[in-house]
């Protein structure tokens, strides 16, 4: 682990990068640098009803979302679960998992990403997903085969139905 490369600071609620990443939001504000590579926080806004992203399960990574308003889905294997305001869902590596705003209203959860690292897939697909357009199928899956992590597309239309919700860049 490296020594960390940062000193003590506020970050506000409306500091750090920001971008979208298809159907929800993502603002950074932790990375692996500033920790010594022991974790990542991330904020996620999504809107109501919103799929946050395919089936799919990290290789290196835990993930641990802490729900801060909104009330939030997440498929974790073969269990659904739901987790309100001051709920933490835990999403350990190797399992597939995905999560979705479950509500009528905006939610908003923190993600944080132990160990750090996989913050850099979000970074490559705000940038890739601004582009304009579809992106590139095979660009896709180098970004997910460089970080680990493993993406089951067919889902989309099977989670979408199933949990009545909407994904892609034009939910709002």
Known sequence: ??????????LGPNDG??????SIGVRFMIDGNETGGGFSLVEHPMPPQALAAPLHRHTREDEYSFVLEGRVGAL?????VYGEPGDLIFKPRGQWHTFWNAGAEPARILEMISPAGFEGYFEEMVDLL?????????????????????????????????????????VQ
């Open 130 to 170: 601004q582009q304009g357009g579809p992106p590139d199928p095979g660009a896709l899956a180098d970004v997910a085969a460089r970080y680990g992590l493993e993406v089951d597309l067919a889902s989309i239309p099977r989670l979408t139905e199933e949990y009545g919700l909407r994904f892609g860049p034009t």
């Open 1 to 10: 682990m490296t020594e960390s490369t940062t000193t003590a600071r506020v």
């Open 17 to 22: 990068k920001a971008g979208r990443l298809g």
């Open 76 to 80: 974790l294997g073969d269990d659904v």
